[in-house]
């Protein structure tokens, strides 16, 4: 059974542009979260999306945004990137609301 | 407010010794969940347990254990007899279990495991 895919692994990006990342969950599963990784902050939370729903959001300025789509694939966007933007961007799949999740592979995304 | 805290950044050990990675956590939630995720050099974050709160017997997996404390708000992880390929950041984290409040993970810092041959 195929994981959580993320498409691009790396991305390098300037300030002011912006970005959109992919993820695939597992086969069957309804709930995508993403999260970002930081040397500083640690892993954070960004938002749920649950059945295309927007379902949990976390403390993120409104450059952050996403959307699911109908087959369960997700996608972020950051736009206007800034230097803090850099980081690890890892989406997470579960079955269903409440059920452990797994982790992709991650984008690692460069703002220079 | 949801917070967890694991203090040690950095545990390095000799391959065959054991390790225990320690986890400490707040929450005003009388339901949660626990879990614990292994990251190796990857990237990707490999789960590993998940607890209910309600559930406080200790589990063992393979050479891997964990003591459940609610009294201590604690959810220790031992690794037992380690190995190289057990060098990893082992992240705890916490949720809540109301189905309302979705999958929402809050991670503490990591601790870094590095296990010399």
Known sequence: ?112 | AQKVTQAQTEISVVEKEDVTLDCVYETRDTTYYLFWYKQPPSGELVFLIRRNSFDEQNEISGRYSWNFQKSTSSFNFTITASQVVDSAVYFCALSEAEEAAGNKLTFGGGTRVLVKP
């Open chain 1, 1 to 112: 059974k195929a994981g959580v895919t993320q498409t691009p692994r790396y991305l390098i990006k300037t300030r002011g542009q912006q970005v959109t990342l992919s993820c695939s969950p597992i086969s069957g599963h309804r709930s995508v979260s993403w999260y970002q990784q930081t040397p500083g902050q640690g892993l954070q939370f960004l938002f749920e999306y649950f059945s295309e729903t927007q379902r949990n959001k976390g403390n993120f300025p409104g450059r952050f945004s996403g959307r699911q789509f109908s087959n369960s694939r997700s996608e972020m966007n950051v736009s206007t990137l800034e230097l803090g933007d850099s980081a690890l961007y890892l989406c997470a799949s579960s079955l269903d609301l409440n059920q452990p999740q797994h982790f992709g592979d991650g984008t690692r995304l460069s703002i220079l």
